[in-house]
T-cell receptor, first 112, second 112 residues
Framework: SQTIHQWPATLVQPVGSPLSLECTVEGTSNPNLYWYRQAAGRGLQLLFYSVGIGQISSEVPQNLSASRPQDRQFILSSKKLLLSDSGFYLC???????????FGSGTRLTVV | GENVEQHPSTLSVQEGDSAVIKCTYSDSASNYFPWYKQELGKGPQLIIDIRSNVGEKKDQRIAVTLNKTAKHFSLHITETQPEDSAVYFCAAINNAGNMLTFGGGTRLMVKP
């Protein structure tokens, strides 16, 4: 069965520090992968999605970037965090032709 | 592109009562409609879904109905329990899409 791993679960980082969040999947190949952000009490904001290695589409301009160095690995990064980057970050897995998503457990990022 | 609207944004019910959450979509080509439940601090989990070739689907206390003509679908929870308290998201996608379009979410509170 397909599984998705996301870490860390919580992270407190100072303003101006770098960020790297990792998401890995198992039990599938060539999946679509997505990064979402959720502000407190708000909806799901799509940040990036990837349909294959090295293929990244950005949905909103921001202080973040994404990379997909391997088929089952999706990384969210920032060179310098802003206070506004705080939020709950979710990675999701969707197979081509498989409409539903499987979400990771999320990372709570607090920028101080 | 697709646009999904979800109502209400918050819903408070007494334990044992029923809860109904409604979503409308804009793209008549959408043919898959999942519902996700997100508990506090966790990633969304798929609870039920429906495809456009059926009008209703039921799984124990939850059911989803779809009206393709009116382009709306609803989640019905009967005999609500405190553990049903969560944020619920509806979504839609079509065959050609790589991404689900999510509604804004509904915070359901079940009072004991």
């Amino acid at each position: 069965s397909q599984t998705i791993h996301q870490w860390p679960a919580t992270l407190v980082q100072p303003v101006g520090s770098p960020l790297s969040l990792e998401c890995t999947v198992e039990g599938t190949s060539n999946p679509n992968l997505y990064w979402y952000r959720q502000a407190a009490g708000r909806g799901l904001q799509l940040l990036f999605y990837s349909v294959g290695i090295g293929q990244i589409s950005s949905e909103v301009p921001q202080n973040l970037s994404a990379s997909r160095p391997q088929d089952r690995q999706f990384i969210l990064s920032s060179k310098k965090l802003l206070l506004s980057d705080s939020g709950f970050y979710l990675c999701a897995l969707g197979g081509k032709g498989r409409y539903g998503y499987t979400f990771g457990s999320g990372t709570r990022l607090t920028v101080v | 592109g697709e646009n999904v609207e979800q109502h209400p944004s918050t819903l408070s019910v007494q334990e044992g009562d029923s809860a109904v959450i409604k979503c409308t979509y804009s793209d008549s080509a959408s043919n898959y409609f999942p519902w996700y439940k997100q508990e506090l601090g966790k990633g969304p989990q798929l609870i039920i879904d429906i495809r456009s070739n059926v009008g209703e689907k039921k799984d124990q206390r939850i059911a989803v109905t779809l009206n393709k003509t009116a382009k709306h679908f609803s989640l019905h929870i009967t005999e609500t329990q405190p553990e049903d308290s969560a944020v619920y998201f509806c979504a839609a996608i079509n065959n050609a899409g790589n991404m689900l379009t999510f509604g804004g979410g509904t915070r359901l509170m079940v009072k004991p």
